[in-house]
């Protein structure tokens, strides 16, 4: 069983179709990653899949529970941090967290043992009792994304979790990523920084004008995108181009002094390649190294077409 | 509807009510317009009552 489906989702607002047959499968475990540029439907998406908006055709589940037949089973299954949500301003960290607590039907002992940890964990256990309207964004961010995990959800949402965040807070909410990702939640992250995408996901899907154009792990999106990766060697001293040139003749390549750059869509026989040359012509390597696509190259490209 | 959902259909609103009473309406102005002024007024009337004007 997924533990998130949708199924050919279709959402209109007036004469713009924001999901325009969106279908995807997310297993139990997985961090899913939705990338696209404003307005391609990423938080559409989300929308529907945590029951805020209703699609006007197509199916959304979460652990097998419709999230429109059964709205109350999937939601007690789910945690969400929005895109754009503020806490209440005018209740404290702590009450903001035991009222989402209570939500989740937890006891008062459950849902403040949980807050606490929640708190301690994200670095907010000493401004507890400050009004959410005094914290910073950051905090607020912070804050959001515990009382996302205070229901101790199986399945989370979460629509740009490291937005507005300064390096540490953000380096912290990565790490909880991949311990909740070890402890089995899945993940369905949403966010601009490809980068981030690349390091947390198993999958990534790239959505563009409400469909999806391209699905894989990060590393088959670089090689399904068929960009280059540049292989760079430098020897001892210097090569001779016409013999090099023979040598590396099934790529492009280009020699300089004693330095030579293979372009190529594959590393691995190239680099052996390389060795070999090296070795029939005494040659020490000083320096390799491979520059593979960057996933925003890749971003790039699929969106840019 | 098993006891189980009643039970936290009932304990979620409960929550929501406090959160309310907390965010809204135990506020000073709130509290003076809301519920003092009526019960002066009805008090005042309820007092008052019985009593029949002089000609």
């Not at chain 1, 998406?45 to 037949?69: F, N, Q, W």
């Not at chain 2, 519920?35 to 009552?49: E, K, M, N, Q, T």
């Amino acid at each position: 069983m997924s533990a998130i489906e949708a199924v050919n989702l279709h959402k209109r607002f007036g004469s713009v179709s924001a999901v325009n047959g969106v279908s995807f499968k997310v297993k139990e475990g997985e961090i899913f990653g939705f990338l696209g540029p404003n307005g391609a439907g990423k938080t559409t998406t989300i929308r529907i899949l945590t029951g805020i908006l209703k699609p006007d055709s197509g199916e959304a589940r979460i652990m097998g529970y419709d999230v429109h037949k059964d709205p109350v089973k999937a939601r007690m299954l789910t945690g969400v941090v929005p895109e754009e949500a503020n806490p209440y301003p005018d209740l404290s960290a702590w009450d903001n967290l035991m009222l989402v607590g209570y939500l989740y039907g937890l006891s008062k002992h459950t849902a403040s043992e949980r807050a606490a940890r929640l708190l301690k964990l994200l670095d907010l256990y000493e401004v507890r009792e400050r009004k959410a309207r005094s914290l910073s964004k950051g905090m607020r961010q912070k804050l959001l994304v515990a009382m996302a995990l205070i229901g101790e959800p199986k399945v989370l949402f979460l629509d740009e979790p490291t937005s507005g965040l300064d390096v540490l807070s953000a380096r912290k909410i990565r790490s909880l990523i991949l311990d909740l990702k070890n402890n089995g939640v899945t993940i369905l992250l949403t966010t601009h920084n490809v980068e981030e995408a690349g390091e947390l996901c198993d999958r990534i899907s790239i959505i563009n004008g409400g469909q999806i154009v391209e699905t894989g792990s990060p590393d088959d999106l670089m090689i399904k995108s068929g960009l280059y990766t540049y292989i760079s060697v430098k020897f001892d001293r210097q090569v001779d181009p016409e013999d090099a040139g023979q040598f590396f003749k099934d790529w492009e390549h280009r020699v300089q002094g004693s330095r030579i750059l293979v372009i190529c869509k594959e590393s691995a026989e190239p680099i052996v390649r390389v060795v070999e040359y090296a070795k029939a012509r005494s040659l020490s390597i000083i320096d390799i190294h491979t520059s593979p696509p960057n996933l925003e190259d890749v971003f790039v490209k699929i969106i840019g077409g | 509807m098993n006891t189980e959902s009643f039970s936290h259909l009932w304990r979620s609103t409960w929550a929501i009510c406090r959160k309310d009473v907390k965010l809204y309406y135990a506020k000073g102005p709130i509290v003076v317009t809301g519920v003092l002024f009526p019960l002066f007024l009805w008090g005042a009337f309820y007092i008052g009552r019985g009593v029949v004007p002089r000609e």
